[in-house]
């Protein structure tokens, strides 16, 4: 059990599953869905030009959003959008990464790849957000951080790194969603949270199935045979704790109705935000570390004790390597 | 070119030819020049066991974790099973990751150091080397240390997946921590580092310095040149090019690297000798 969970009483070892009507619908076991699309079936569906994108899910999610503008640096980035929003009377901060339904609205949007300025918007919203007391909700909708030379001359790595550490001590709840593609530290720099959640045909991965069957199968045709080893759909996701719960898509797919879609995310987020509030500042701080401390998955045979073996020197270990 | 030989007359394990200014250099006096070439400066990597030589003061390296050893979190399978990758590169390096850690004394001030080799699996970040410099991180704030890390990475390592992007988080998580506790770190990146490992804790030092000519960047070559479609500038992504854009605060050639590292946690220690954070 989670330490968040124990300091919500959200999860009662002893009853049952152990979930309180809250949570009820989310699926927390990948037992709980009725069916298993195949991981490349998940990268399909959560690529989905129809599926629902942020603003537009924030705009059937929330009752009022006033969008902000800007990282007061360098310029307005479309792919990250983010503002204040109401949901049933509770002012949040929301920030998103917005990919298009079009391709030109896709063009427009940089097809969801954030540049280093809109990081650092999404920062300033994160400081806005704390500074006010106020939740901080974000969903995480892209193919990755744009990898383009404009993005490296302006700090590409700096602006996530920033982003992934002001998230990490943030004074105040955060939920992230996962609507679509989940990539690697362009996601991640919105994605840590308190809780997170994922669309059940989200996918999130360390690169893109394309890009890691080019690296190791050195042929991106191989990409489903990737998208399969790389564990990247949303119920492995919750096997491996990378996320917290799935929330249900209709049965077509959240592409086939998108009202349907936001309502059950505004169940999810209505839910989470009422447990969260209950929990402390410092408890919430401690258990957001747990959270991510937790991702080990390292043995370690023998014991810690033994004493370490003397250093061999670098002039050594040459020598040695000329005379073998 | 001494003697007008050519190139492959030159035993290998005797003579290495420098990228940079194809210059025949004798190993044993590369080595002695910390494999800095003796003409043209061109820096050639370093192990990490070499680079905690280089560093620390003379005998007060004690390593820690040095029995941690990757799972296997995905069960990862390409055209060979992922733990047969780690037992191989094991065999290969006599290492058991691509990071070591552990506690020294540097110019005199307490440290925890934790240096990367790229020799084992490109440097690539899993769960041992989030593991390792978490605890690294926590270490020095429990004992109120200075944190050096030396980075030299390809980036997250693609065999664990999303437990590898994890890392990230849970590593800057142990980060923030430590600088509330106004703790120092210093981020020393060398060639290369890319990736994860430079969108998350290389990037973020109080002081960050870069050894001459590394590569620098978030993405990979063909990554960045395919989106543009056209070759990039020469020296795009170098130390020089982010200390030109303000990314870094210093390009520190090998051989001074230490005497700089020491003077700047010796001034953040005597600026800080209430907070204590000096053994």
Avoid at chain 1, 66 to 93: M, N, Q, S, T, Y
């Amino acid at each position: 059990m989670s330490m968040l969970d124990r300091l919500t009483g959200t999860k009662r070892t002893v009853d049952g599953n152990g979930h309180l009507p809250v949570d009820a619908n989310l699926i927390t076991e990948p037992a709980q869905l009725a069916s298993r699309a195949s991981p490349w079936e998940a990268v399909q569906a959560a690529r989905n030009i129809q599926r629902p994108h942020t603003l537009e899910v924030i705009g059937r999610v929330f009752d009022r959003f006033h969008e902000l503008h800007g990282d007061r640096g360098f310029r307005d980035d479309p792919a990250i959008v983010g503002g204040i929003a109401d949901l049933d009377g509770r002012p949040v901060v929301v920030v998103g990464e917005q990919k298009g339904a079009s391709t030109e609205e896709n063009i427009a949007r940089n097809f969801g790849m954030p540049h280093p300025e809109g990081y650092r918007k999404a920062m300033r919203l994160y400081r806005l957000a704390e500074k006010f007391h106020l939740p901080l909700i974000t969903f995480v909708d892209t193919p990755g951080a744009y990898p383009g030379p404009e993005g490296e001359e302006r700090g590409q790595a700096e602006a996530i790194a920033q982003s992934i550490l002001l998230m990490a001590r943030l004074q105040t709840p955060i939920v992230v969603v996962i609507l679509g593609e989940g990539g690697s530290g362009g996601a991640l720099a919105l994605g840590v949270g308190d809780v997170v959640l994922a669309l059940q045909n989200a996918i999130y991965s360390v690169i893109s199935p394309e890009g890691c069957a080019a690296i190791l199968w050195r042929s991106p045709a191989e990409a489903e045979r990737a998208a399969k080893a790389m564990r990247l759909s949303g119920p492995d996701l919750l096997e491996l704790g990378v996320v917290d719960a799935l929330i249900p898509e209709p049965a077509g797919g959240a592409h086939t109705d998108h009202e349907a879609t936001a309502t059950a995310i505004r169940t999810a987020l209505a839910a989470q935000l009422a447990k969260l509030e209950r929990v402390p500042a410092a408890d919430l701080m401690s258990a957001r570390y747990e959270r991510f401390r937790a991702f080990g998955a390292s043995a370690e045979p023998g014991t810690a004790a033994s004493p370490p073996p003397p250093p061999e020197s670098w002039f050594g270990r040459l020598v040695k390597r000329m005379t073998s | 070119m001494p003697f007008g030989r050519k190139p492959n007359e030159f035993p290998s394990h005797l003579w290495t030819q420098c990228p940079n200014c194809n210059e025949m250099l004798f190993n044993k006096q590369l080595a002695r020049n910390l494999n800095v070439c003796t003409k043209c400066e061109h820096h050639f990597r370093l192990g990490a066991r070499e680079r905690i030589e280089l560093l620390v003061d003379k005998g007060s390296f004690h390593e820690h974790d040095a029995t941690l050893t990757s799972g296997d979190p995905l069960g990862f399978t390409d055209s060979k099973p992922y733990p047969e990758r780690i037992a191989a590169a094991q065999a290969k390096s006599g290492e058991k990751d691509a990071i070591i850690t552990g506690e020294a004394t540097l110019g005199e001030n307490p440290v925890i150091l934790a240096v990367m080799d790229f020799e084992f699996m490109g440097g690539s970040m899993g769960a041992v080397v989030g593991e390792k410099i978490t605890r690294a991180a926590e270490r020095a704030l429990a004992e109120r240390r200075a944190l050096v890390i030396v980075s030299a990475s390809g980036g997250a390592r693609m065999q664990e997946g999303t437990i590898a992007l994890m890392q990230m988080a849970k590593i800057l998580g142990a980060l923030a921590r430590l600088d509330q506790a106004r703790l120092p770190y210093v981020s020393v990146i060398t060639d290369p580092t890319t990736g994860g490992v430079l969108a998350s804790f290389a990037s973020l030092g109080d002081i960050i310095v870069a050894e001459p000519g590394a590569l620098i960047r978030f993405s990979g070559e063909r990554v960045t040149s395919g989106t543009v479609g056209e070759k990039l500038p020469t020296g795009f992504g170098k130390a020089e090019f982010l200390l030109e854009r303000g990314f870094i605060d210093q390009i520190v050639p090998r051989p001074h690297l230490r005497e700089r590292l020491a003077f700047f946690l010796t001034a953040f220690r005597a600026a800080s000798q209430d907070l204590r954070w000096s053994l």
